[in-house]
């Protein structure tokens, strides 16, 4: 199959410039001029760029009693309506489980299903020694980062010894160790006395989870890793005092990436604070923070102490439980410590970071592909495989029209939910046509994928 892209403007991390893309099967064969082909698309007047990659999903995963909304196959139409052709979920450990075991749960839930290509971070909950001893055996299997909770008490976190093990044994593998940076312990009272005094609404979610039990656990968990010897990446960094943190390690030279996710430019804890039981639909940990914060955010992708911007795309359904939907946001009407905690946004991502960081002055067009394609790969051991447009790689590729409009809503997404958080707001730009591994997805707003089509990524080693 020979199938040319035509006309368009290539935009990658570094350069932009016209050229056609002609793709073999699954793969760019050449970037240049006078190329041919029998299928054509014209991208005239557009931009072509690498396929998105979101490092930060949770597709059908289990908490608090239910199951986020989203599963390998409505996650993944979802995400390449919106330009992205590449996750990496996390696969979690249940106590007393192996982490081949685990690895081997999440696997089936993407098989038959997956239409764009995925991989996994193996979250880890339970360490025992014969665990520590399987740590290596991850980067055979392809899985070549792991991810550790500071947070959720009694469920998800671990202990400060736990992570430190955990990190000292990746850094000796090959590993990049992940972090959920938020003070368990010091959240579990602040909850307990929330709820002992009556304080169940919404909003107490993001009261009892203030940013300074953020950036105590970023900084926290930077110095461990820098003592261990180990890479770090803090997934979900919302406020200035974690940044901080993270730009004050960059600043020393120390191999700590971080990532915010494109809502925390957004929304603030004053969304949690909407009528009634409205809140409950922003409720996600970290939680959203002030406005300053998100200044600072801007400020730390303009300035690279951000380098990826992902979604942590965790839905739920508003109201759930009923025509054969998992339990959803309902669940906790009576206590907000029992709202599933996580939104939606893997459709949104690219949009609104086109809108807002290119259209909105705030970074470059070669920026925007960096933090959402480029970096995600090179961090995760897929680069140059996927993240750029380039020969040899996998024909991972969006027409993205800069002109087109569209205005956000629950009705038109491809999230199974019943809200978006961006309800009302209006894009320009979006993608026009969608291909992953030279199979089209998407085009002109059409969905032309197959379930099934979409494969594991057994990722590279960690290098700086
Ligand atoms: O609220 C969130 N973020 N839910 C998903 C789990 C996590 O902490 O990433
Ligand atoms: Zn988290
Ligand atoms: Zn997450």
Redesign the pocket.
């Known amino acids: 199959m020979r199938l040319l892209i035509k006309n368009g403007t290539v935009v990658t991390a570094s350069d932009t410039y016209q050229a056609d893309v002609l793709i073999e099967d699954e793969q760019i064969a050449a970037v240049g001029h006078n190329l041919s082909a029998d299928t054509v698309i014209d991208a005239g007047g557009k931009y072509v760029i690498p396929g998105g990659i979101d490092v930060h999903t949770h597709l059908n995963m289990p908490f608090g009693g239910t199951f986020s909304s989203d599963d390998f196959f409505t996650g993944h139409r979802a995400a390449a309506f919106g330009g992205t052709t590449t996750h990496i979920d996390f696969a979690i450990q249940s106590k007393g489980t192996t982490l081949r075991q685990t690895l081997d749960t999440w696997l089936a839930k993407a098989e038959g299903k997956a239409v764009i290509d995925y991989g996994f971070h193996i979250a880890i909950t339970d360490l025992p020694d014969s665990i520590m001893e399987e740590i290596p055996q991850c980067v055979e299997w392809g899985v070549t980062s792991l991810k550790l909770?500071m947070?959720y008490k009694g469920a998800l976190m671990v202990d400060d010894a736990t992570l430190f093990r955990a990190m000292q044994q990746a850094a000796a593998n090959g590993l990049l160790i992940c972090v959920?940076a938020e003070n368990g312990d010091a959240i579990d009272i602040l909850i307990n006395q929330a709820l002992a005094a009556g304080n169940t609404a919404p909003i107490h979610h993001a009261l009892t989870r203030p940013p300074e039990l953020e950036a105590e656990a970023t900084y926290r968990a930077i110095r461990l890793a820098e003592v261990a010897g180990a890479p770090l990446y803090v997934?979900?960094l919302t406020n200035a005092g974690a940044l901080e943190a993270v730009r004050l390690a960059r600043g020393r030279g120390a191999p700590i990436y971080a990532e915010t996710c494109v809502q925390y430019f957004f929304f603030t804890k004053a969304d949690l604070d909407r009528p009634g039981f409205e809140g409950a639909k922003w409720v996600c940990?970290p939680p959203y923070r002030e406005q300053h914060d998100q200044v600072a955010l801007w400020q730390g992708v303009a300035d690279n102490s951000l380098q990826v911007v992902s979604t942590?795309h965790c839905p739920f359904w508003f109201e759930g439980g009923q025509d054969g939907r998992p339990a959803g946001k309902e669940l906790g009407r009576e206590s907000f410590a029992k709202i599933p905690n996580g939104c939606p946004g893997i459709e949104d991502r690219m949009l609104v970071l086109y809108t807002q960081g290119v259209r909105g002055g705030r970074f470059s067009l070669n920026r925007w592909v960096e933090l959402c394609c480029t970096n995600p790969a090179k961090l995760f051991g897929m680069y140059p495989q996927k993240g750029v447009i380039a020969p040899g790689s996998d024909a991972d590729i969006v027409v993205w029209d800069p002109e087109a409009t569209y205005t956000i809503s629950a009705a038109t997404q491809h999230h199974a939910t019943d809200y978006n958080l961006y309800e009302g707001m209006q894009v320009t730009g979006k993608p026009a046509v969608v291909l992953a591994r030279g199979r089209v997805l998407v085009e002109n707003g059409q969905w032309k994928g197959e379930q099934g089509t979409g494969r594991f990524v057994p990722r590279k080693p960690f290098t700086r």
């Open positions: 909770f947070a959920h997934v979900h940990s942590d």
